[in-house]
């Protein structure tokens, strides 16, 4: 995989300096005309040649097999389907798009096109997740009651309150809550269960953008809560963060201690007693979503690239529908 990166903000630098040791090759990156200095200390650190202050350029770079789009939410579909269009494969930030017409539409344009696109949402591709879904839970019973949290207090929080509106809390950007944490609670419930019955979403809102709430899901036979906040909640599990996921079923529970987008160590814990704990967390977050994406790329493997997509779109859908239930309007709404 040839890589080049559309964006210089927070989660490129978080990501790029281990994608060589992934077997991934970053060979441009790419800003915008006010963030030169940007694009090249992104560039110098990722060891890049082509560097751009207009992403068609990128697009254009003959190097480049695969765009990684780490733009603002409401650019993820324009951007995406731009690198579609010039014959790209795309790695897409989550949330794959603002809403739910654009997520379908962006997926019908990789189909028509047949070219690999990935939602960055690393949950469902975590070891642990994949071993709850597949091995623990069966032997819980039926589920009855489950809970995924992700609560943070984001250090955007006190600029929105100072009356300063950065992406993360921008409705004009298709920021929020739901958007941003309440992504990978939604994943990892949908992940599990799939389409729930009914949705609806409980939202503290401040200025028109949701700060932190409740979506409740409803399946047959049980009820599930995904939970996210970034106006409250500690940093990190260890500082004694409340993230985590409990599933509880008729035969014992499954407890998990960190946030979704970690998937950590995990306890089985049955009636009788018999409690396990169980990890096969990898070193780095994103490092098994990355594997994966090389692992379809090199094999060709669009079947299982494009039933991913569907479960993108399926958390698009659910996301698009509490939360305009809720209030929370975009501007990509309106079209």
Known sequence: MKLGIVGTGMIAHLVGPHLADWGVSVVAVAGTPTTPDQVNELADKLGAAGRYTDYHDLLADSEVDT???????????????????????????????????????????????????????VTTRQPNFTLIRDELLPRIGTVKIAVVNYSQYSSRYDAFRAGEVLPAFDPAKAGGAIMDLGIYTLSFTLGLFGEPVKANYVANIERGIDTSGVAVLSYDGHVALAICAKDC???????????????????GYIKMDTPPNVCGAVTLRLNDGTETIYDKALPVNWQGEFLEFQRQQNAGDLDECYRQLEESVLVSRVQNTIRREAGIIFPSDEV
């Open 233 to 251: 909640g500690s940093f990190g599990h260890a500082a004694g963060a409340p993230s985590g996921a409990l599933i509880e079923g008729t035969e």
């Open 67 to 121: 765009v990684y789009v780490a733009v603002p939410n409401f650019l993820h579909y324009q951007v995406s389907e731009d690198a579609i269009l010039a014959g790209k494969d795309v790695v897409c930030e989550k949330p794959l798009a603002s809403n739910e017409r654009e997520a379908a539409k962006i997926a019908d344009i990789a189909r028509e096109h047949k070219r690999f696109l990935w939602e960055a949402i």
